[in-house]
Structures are given as structure tokens and as C-alpha cells.
């Protein structure tokens, strides 16, 4: 498997990162076929051990993340952390917790 680099930056929520294939889990708790475009929770420092590195983070080595591609492979791919959790539980679609996680990313830049 090819080493991930980061792409973009990190924001409150989520990081995007280089896109690639990785096994998809659809065992989420809740919001079964939201979770099941997302792959499996991992830890940020396993994340890192198989090449995917978030850019610009501070997100420690033993927090959880899973991996959005919502283009499909070989688009834009972001690592999720629980804050998206939080926001899909007030709506469950990928595509409003996504916007709403990247409105706040821009939000931190200004």
C-alpha cells in the first residue's frame, strides 16, 4: 500500500488527507448507511503507521479517527474524528456533517 501524504488542512472536526482504498467497516452505532462510506475506526497513530498523516495536526497518536472518501476512491478524503460523530448525531448525512465540519475549518483559518 502506497504512503498517504496529507492534503489541506486540519480544523475542528476532521482532517483530509490523501485519498486511498482502505477497508470499510459499516458497523457504526448509529446512522447505519452514513457509517457504512466510512472506514474503520482506527487510532490517529495507526492511521499514521500506514502512511495516512493528517496535515498541520495536533491530533495526539491515541485519538480515533475513520476515513471519509465521499467522492469515492481517489477523490478528496478526510479523517473523522468524534466531533463528526457529534454532528451526524444532530443530522445524519455525510454531506451536512461534512459542510459543517469544512465551514468551521474555514471559520478557524480567518
Given at each position: 500500500?502506497?504512503?498517504?501524504?496529507a492534503?489541506?488542512?486540519?480544523?475542528?472536526?476532521?482532517?483530509?488527507?490523501?485519498?486511498?482504498?482502505?477497508?470499510?467497516?459499516?458497523?457504526?452505532?448509529?446512522?447505519?448507511?452514513?457509517?457504512?462510506?466510512?472506514?474503520?475506526w482506527?487510532?490517529?497513530?495507526?492511521?499514521?503507521?500506514?502512511?495516512?498523516?493528517?496535515?498541520?495536526?495536533?491530533?495526539?497518536?491515541?485519538?480515533?479517527?475513520?476515513?471519509?472518501?465521499?467522492?469515492?476512491?481517489?477523490?478528496?478524503?478526510?479523517?473523522?474524528?468524534?466531533?463528526?460523530?457529534?454532528?451526524?448525531?444532530?443530522?445524519?448525512?455525510?454531506?451536512?456533517?461534512?459542510?459543517?465540519?469544512?465551514?468551521?475549518?474555514?471559520?478557524?483559518?480567518?
Amino acid at each position: 500500500m502506497e504512503a498517504g501524504r496529507a492534503l489541506g488542512r486540519r480544523g475542528p472536526g476532521f482532517a483530509d488527507v490523501e485519498p486511498s482504498s482502505y477497508p470499510v467497516d459499516a458497523s457504526g452505532p448509529r446512522c447505519e448507511r452514513v457509517y457504512a462510506r466510512h472506514s474503520r475506526w482506527l487510532t490517529v497513530g495507526q492511521w499514521r503507521s500506514i502512511g495516512v498523516v493528517p496535515y498541520g495536526s495536533s491530533l495526539s497518536d491515541q485519538e480515533v479517527a475513520t476515513l471519509l472518501e465521499p467522492d469515492g476512491p481517489n477523490g478528496t478524503a478526510y479523517l473523522l474524528t468524534g466531533n463528526y460523530r457529534a454532528i451526524l448525531d444532530y443530522n445524519c448525512s455525510n454531506f451536512y456533517a461534512l459542510s459543517v465540519g469544512l465551514l468551521a475549518n474555514a471559520i478557524t483559518r480567518r
